[in-house]
């Protein structure tokens, strides 16, 4: 099991950059493959990005390439996503999720745990 919380969200001008943070607590961090997802309001949540437990593998939505960087940092126990040239189209909560057994999944009933999500809101 692993509880998880995001952090870094907020209110950005269009062409700005965030780095969101997902620290762990629990289970051995490294154990679990890692996802982004955001939900903006009316919509489905959306993948953005996942990476293995190692982050020696990285997997994004074609949608998110070229923007998002993920990344991991197993030490500190936490997952970041990079977002750059934000867009107000990027406005939602994002949320982390992990998945035992470390793997690269992309559809959100593949992660088991979720946290509570965190707001970023881009002004245009």
């Known amino acids: 099991q692993v509880q998880l919380v995001e952090s870094g969200g907020g209110l950005v001008q269009a062409g700005g950059s965030l780095r969101l943070s997902c620290a762990g607590s629990?289970?051995?961090?490294?154990?679990?493959?890692m996802g982004w997802f955001r939900q903006a309001p009316g919509k489905e949540r959306e993948f953005l990005a996942a990476?293995?437990?190692?982050?020696?593998?990285?997997l994004y939505a074609d949608s998110a390439k070229g923007r998002f960087t993920i990344s991991r940092d197993n030490a500190k126990n936490t997952v970041y996503l990079q977002v750059n040239n934000l867009k107000a189209e990027d406005t939602a909560v994002y949320y982390c999720?992990?998945?035992?057994?470390?793997?690269?999944?992309?559809?959100?009933?593949?992660?088991?745990?979720w946290g509570q999500g965190t707001q970023v809101t881009v002004s245009s």
């Open positions: 629990g289970r051995t961090f490294s154990y679990f493959g």
């Open positions: 999720a992990a998945t035992p057994g470390g793997g690269t999944y992309y559809q959100p009933i593949s992660f088991d745990y």
């Open positions: 990476i293995g437990g190692s982050g020696g593998r990285t």
